[in-house]
């Protein structure tokens, strides 16, 4: 499965963004998609995830209460609506997923083995 990212950009502090990750196929059960983000000279983060039904969703706290991520099965669309957007949300944001990531794995770099070529989201304060 490949997946490509789309929607970043420049905003201001307090605005909003979705950025869109699609696949190259329909994907099935037991597949999870989840947003990373990195900055230059540090780890990749954790952002949020989204399990194959949709009725299961995950975030890292610092964006807990202010991104949604949801999924379009027609559409092999998954999206990451970021809102009251913060000049520490400025990052490289990178879309990736896999069959069988266990939950205890979630948040994990590792778990996954396919990635898109990322989006640069810009917050300026």
């Known amino acids: 499965v490949q997946l490509a990212e789309s929607g970043g950009g420049l905003v201001q502090a307090g605005g909003s963004l979705r950025l869109s990750c699609t696949t190259s196929?329909?994907?099935?059960?037991?597949?999870?998609t989840a947003w990373f983000r990195q900055v230059p000279g540090k780890q990749r983060e954790f952002v949020s995830g989204?399990?194959?039904?949709?009725?299961?969703?995950y975030y890292g706290d610092s964006v807990k209460g202010r991104f949604t991520i949801s999924r379009d099965r027609a559409k092999k669309t998954t999206y990451l609506q970021m809102n009251s957007l913060k000049a520490e949300d400025t990052a490289v944001y990178y879309c990736?997923?896999?069959?069988?990531?266990?939950?205890?794995?979630?948040?994990?770099?590792?778990?996954?083995?396919?990635w898109g070529q990322g989006t640069q989201v810009t917050v300026s304060s």
């Open positions: 989204i399990r194959w039904d949709s009725q299961h969703t």
């Open positions: 990736t997923g896999r069959h069988g990531v266990i939950l205890s794995r979630l948040r994990d770099i590792g778990a996954y083995d396919s």
């Open positions: 196929e329909q994907i099935f059960s037991g597949y999870t």
